[in-house]
């Protein structure tokens, strides 16, 4: 039998409320592996996914008064978050490429222990700013609700200025982590570094 790279063997106990925090943390690092969970330092990480269906009833979550401090925490751009999804669907109207994407849902998570809930909300807004360039409707919400603090934002799939469709794939993805990662170092704030994200599925 091949001797094992790892070797040393690590075992202790944690509370009903720290495993639930662990086990929220390893879904947003999209893993189900607690070794490989454990080996990873904690960082900011951003995850993107389409929106195809019952985009008001995604808005709604993200919105919900119990996560974002009674709805202080919630911020838009060329839209009203409570009519949001309406608004989106006039512009989804005009759109001149085919698909079936109402809308796109980024969230941006902080390591626990970093930062307020203002400066994630501040931060977040820079990143849909610069990101999304000002062509695009969205909502920002922050959640402040579990142990970590993370950003919301749902933008829709077409932009108001050329009612294109947006193009969501590695090279965009890229584009949004690398200014997420700006501004945490700005911050202050970890980040993602090279090599620790391996076999993510990020698109």
Request: aromatic share 8%; glycine share 8%; net charge positive.
């Amino acid at each position: 039998m091949a001797e094992r790279k790892r070797a040393i063997q690590l075992k202790f106990y944690v509370t009903e409320q720290e495993r639930t925090l662990i086990e929220e943390k390893m879904k947003l690092l999209q893993t189900d592996n607690l070794g490989a969970y454990l080996r990873k330092k904690d960082m900011a990480v951003t995850k993107i996914h389409p929106i195809k269906t019952t985009l008001n009833k995604a808005i709604d979550y993200i919105c919900n008064p119990d996560k974002t401090d009674n709805q202080i925490l919630i911020s838009s751009y060329g839209c009203s978050y409570q009519t949001a999804d309406i608004e989106f669907g006039f512009t989804l109207s005009k759109a001149r490429d085919k698909g079936d994407n109402l809308g796109h849902h980024l969230i941006q998570s902080f390591a626990p222990g970093e930062g307020s809930y203002e400066e994630a909300h501040r931060i977040g807004k820079e990143l849909a700013d610069k990101g999304l360039g000002g062509k695009y409707e969205y909502v920002l919400t922050t959640h402040i609700d579990k142990g970590h603090i993370h950003n919301h934002i749902i933008f829709c799939a077409v932009d108001f200025a050329t009612h294109r469709k947006y193009i969501s794939n590695r090279k965009s993805y890229y584009q949004i982590r690398n200014e997420s990662d700006r501004l945490c170092k700005e911050h202050g704030l970890s980040i993602v570094t090279p090599g620790q994200d391996k076999g993510k599925k990020y698109a």
